[in-house]
């Protein structure tokens, strides 16, 4: 499995991602023949160069407007514009426009425009607005456009399996941008790294832009300190300015060779003993619209010999927060125990099966390469079931007599 690890110790921001992914091997002459396909090609350019920052050689890349004629150049290279009000201030459907009239692969439009919302969200959030009321000063401007989309093609380029990220480190202190002296992190930063475990005040400068947040947060599937996984290639993106540490973002390419998936989750519980069992049902679903993935409830004796039920609750550390809020809001419990579990999954991937009723969505589970297990989709099976009249179990039979033919035929 090929794995792509982002090591943010000094965080992250559009432009030291592009020279991290330039540095880690994606074709320099491609990636910008990409970004051609979005037709702006007179409103910048784009250098690319090696270069040291404290000790360490890495790639840097500088997007430079030309109506402006000044670089990409925001104290940490990133998608801020504080106070160049003559940036074009695009909003989203532009965006969107621009993305989707291009001549790029559908899933670089896809990544691409699924980092763009993470960024809209936030600032619609932040700002009180709808998501196309919003003119958004840092998205709509080019060089974060470039950012965005040039990560979505490098993204695509590498072709792996799974991206993973370290703790994020956010910075400290203050920045200046058209709305005043505001807080680091940003507003629109500590909205999209929400859910996300983040590190702050290594120095007292901005070190993740929203910019960085996004392709994060749209991307990264883990985050975790701990690498599990054999270092075959390293990248180094350069920031601009000069801090005590290393302004760099650091990448590993590499390789995991666990054939199971393995992710850390959390268990969450709570013990209920006054509460409407009516409840649960409505609990269970608002606990699964916010990113459970799984919840069961045990009945139990608590003190006293009163009956109660415990509900449990599997998450991951990106949905933590949101199932918490529900818990407390939605239960009467005022309290909830928690511990950190390791999930093994065996690899899975959903064909279509042709049967004579119809097509059916199955789940292939393999270990060690080899098919060990399927499952029909029960939706679709009740589906054909009743436009066809005919009872469950011989859809279900069908589909085992498709998939043990075509086993058969290989």
Known sequence: MRVLYYDCFCG????????????????????????????????????????????????????????????????HGHSHHHGHGDHHHRNLEDIENIINSSDLKDKIKKLSLNIFMQIAEAEAKVHGKSLYEVHFHEVGAIDSIIDIVGSAICLDYLEVDKIMASHVQVGGGFVKCEHGIIPVPAPATVEILKGIPIK???????????????????????????IGFSIDKVGYGIGNRELEIPNVL?????????????????????????????????????????????????????????????????????????????????????????YKVEKIMLKREFIKVETKYGGVMVKNSYHQDKLVKYKAEYEDCKRLARENNIPLEEVYREVRKVIQEDINDK
């Open 12 to 75: 992250i921001s559009g432009d030291m991602n592009l020279g991290a992914m330039i540095d880690l091997g994606v074709d320099k002459d491609y990636l910008l023949k990409e970004i051609s396909k979005l037709k702006l090609d007179s409103e910048y350019e784009i250098n690319v160069k090696k270069t040291i920052k404290k000790g360490i050689s890495g790639t840097k890349v500088d997007v430079i407007i030309k109506s402006q004629g000044h670089h990409h150049d925001h104290n």
């Open 200 to 226: 702050t005040g290594l120095v007292s400068f901005e070190t993740t832009t929203p910019t960085g947040a996004a392709i994060l947060a749209a991307n990264v599937k883990e985050f975790t300190n701990k």
């Open 250 to 338: 650091r990448v590993y390419l590499g390789r995991e060779e666990r054939i199971e998936d393995t992710e850390e989750q959390y268990i969450l519980e709570a013990n209920i003993d006054d509460m409407n069992p009516e409840f649960y049902s409505y609990v269970e679903e608002r606990l699964f619209e916010e990113g459970a993935l799984d919840v069961f409830k045990t009945p139990i004796i608590m003190k006293k010999g009163r009956p109660a039920i415990k509900l449990t609750i599997l998450v991951n550390e990106k949905k933590k927060k949101d199932v918490l809020e529900v818990v407390f809001k939605e239960t009467t419990s005022i309290g909830i125990r928690k």
